[in-house]
């Protein structure tokens, strides 16, 4: 018996001395993690939709809160989803449609040049579109004076914005994959007589198109995480606005008034992008475990 | 075969010829609204894809075209735009050219004319647009059909194409009617006062351009031009709007001279590099931390802990920074209840900032946790037991070992993270507003705002209007930094490679 026990024991002071601590830190940055989270989804089910009286588990607790957010005219927070899924489809689609475009060369074809571009556009990279907002700014005023479809207040030239920042966000990404794919198949193809185009079209976009579907999601949610630049370009009239800046501006030097039908919007803008998020998880934390151990 | 390859090559002709057109009709527009650059910009752009998508051979310009296009016209235009707004006094009041601002300002300079006696009129549908115009008759014999944007003359009163309207006819158009202002020659301006006459009115300013003067001509006042772009008399009135005007260097200057913006942008300088290195050293502690005690394979419920670690990421940052500074409202929010605490996170200058990095960390911890446990599982085995068996303690093979290894692999992900942390725009702006404001400043600078917020407020959200110009001057100011720090970055790692 006692040679039986004798490794129970062992184990379990194994168990307290390398283990316990170890879910006690997880458990406390666990916490931390999705404390935001928890209180925004408990305040979004307040009926009091009281900042200053929520408790974790509401006392009250009912739809209240979305009732109000819907009905309320002047923060029409269906139209700001609608303008938040137009400019993220539209933009996210530009990038990778330009993305994938610059990369094919890049990553195929030798031409004189080549190197020059990768660097150009690693250095611009550096610079975000964001620094020159001020500018940005006053070139849409100018192009509104000409177009006024492409002027402030209109999410096409937003739309345009974001699309230029294309190169510098997927391209490398892009490229990196387009090299793992054996060069010997579209060399195969050109035999065949493929032209160029036909080969980026059949042959690498569709061997490639797990990274369109992980790069595209990542410029979606990047897109819909945007304040600077749209609030700048949209401006803040109700109708104009997305998720992003009509919550903000909701919510800004009022969390005493509107904290529940806040809350409410900002829980509904959470779950499609969260649920995305967790379904792509793996992809994304290989992506950038085994990517950070080969820089 | 044959056939198919016929249809595509004409469709290639169609759509390449219509975007050269399309490019070269916008070209033409911006031109004719004087807008220079961007005129030159699309006869350009027409031109290039002319040339690569119907004259060359070349493939790889054929794919890069639309994003290199675009990538200047919305990246690197700005950017360089910025260098040229800098050095102009862009502002509230000061956005369009010299002659439009005189323009306006003589037709905004308008009294009545006491020598003109009222003018009957009779309100007129014109059939054609059916729009509103008034028919009247100035000097006596001469007869006018016009409003706003129309004047002609016509021979006598009756005006063929156009339905005269009766009295109370009249009295239903009275709000359109109290809109139309008749532009006459000589700058006179006809408006109607009541449903039967007209007022004329008459600018009091006359602009003398060979002196480059406006003069009042009623009360003999002289206006002439300073060196910011307005009309200002030798008492110092100004008139409104001034135009833009080139300042050479003075945003500068006014960094550097004047002390009102001097001293809140060296805060705001401080604060933004000091900002983005301890949340640097913060979250790569904390991320490597993290890997180091759940990188345990005897964990079993580790990969739980990896994805709840991750949750931040998952959801909208500007959600989720709204609903910190929701929680961190002094008294009322979550944070002081739930501690029974009472701090000012967000109205004082250094619970402001412990707030804004304890949220910066929880943005970012869940990048650093997964980049650490990449870079700490590629580190080999071997060189850890060496190590061990050499007698190091744990402490010392991962101080020697694990962490030089860990922060070569990292070094140009750091430097990545630092650019962003340097622009962390989102987590401060939302969460403080750049707030607590300093007091007695110019502007709006406040104790948590990095250099682009505060160029954000300066640009966009300005007490003292908008200052394109100085906003400019500061973006310049953050490119340099970001500019310097990612060079100094990309050196390092040039040096690391040459190490191994």
Redesign the interface.
Known sequence: MKSYTFPDAKRRRYWMKKILWRHIVGIVVGIFAIFPLIWMASAAFDVTGQLSTQQLIPTHHGLSNFTDLFGNKEKPFFTWVRNSLVIAFAAAAMQIIIGAAAAYPLSRQKFKGRKVTLTMILIVQMFPQLLAATTLFLIINTFGKSFPFLGLGHQLPLILIFGGGALGVNTWMLKGFFDTIPSEIDEAATIDGASHFLIFSRIIVPLAAPVFVVTSLLSFIGILNEYLITSVILGLDGRNMTVAVGLQQFIYGQYGKNWGPFAAGALLATIPVFTLFIFLQRFLISGLVSGSAKG | MKVRNLGAKSFKFVLSYSVIVALLL?AL??I??R?WF?GFFFLISAGLVAYIYTLQK???SK??L???L??F???????I??GY?AFTN?SNGHQISKTDAIASIIENSNVPASDIAPIEFKAAIEDSSNKLFVVFQYPVGKFWVGNSSILKETPNAQTPGFRVLNFSQTQEVASDLGNIQVHMKGGLLFQPQDFKTLQASKPVMVYNASKDELINSESGVIYRPNDNGQMVSAAGDALYPGWKENVGLRNFTSIIQNKEIRKPLLAVLAWTIVNAILLIILSFLFGLG?AL??N?P??A?KRI????????????????V??????F?T????IDRLFHINIAWLTDPFWARIAVLIVEL?LTF??MF??????I??IPNEIVEAAEIDGASIFKSFRMIKLPLVLR??A??MV?SM??AL?N??AI??LT?GGPTFPNTNGNAGATDIL?SY??KL??NGQEGNN?GL??AL?IL??IL??AI?IYGLRRMKTMEGIN
Not at chain 2, 73 to 79: G, T
Not at chain 2, 331 to 334: C, F
Not at chain 2, 370 to 375: D, Y
């Open positions: 916008m527009r911006f004719e609204n807008s961007l070349k493939i790889p794919y890069l639309p994003g290199f675009l990538l016209l919305f990246h690197i235009y700005p950017a735009f910025s707004v862009d993290l005690i759940f345990f005897r964990l419920s802990y990896r994805t709840i670690f991750i949750i931040p990421m998952a959801i909208p940052n500007v959600l989720s709204l609903v910190w500074a929701g929680l409202t008294q009322t929010g979550v929880w869940p990048y997964l980049i650490t446990t990449g870079a599982q590629a692999t990292l140009p992900l990545a650019a962003m622009n725009f989102g702006y939302l507003g682009i160029t954000y640009a966009f394109y906003a400019s973006s953050n490119f970001v500019g990612s």
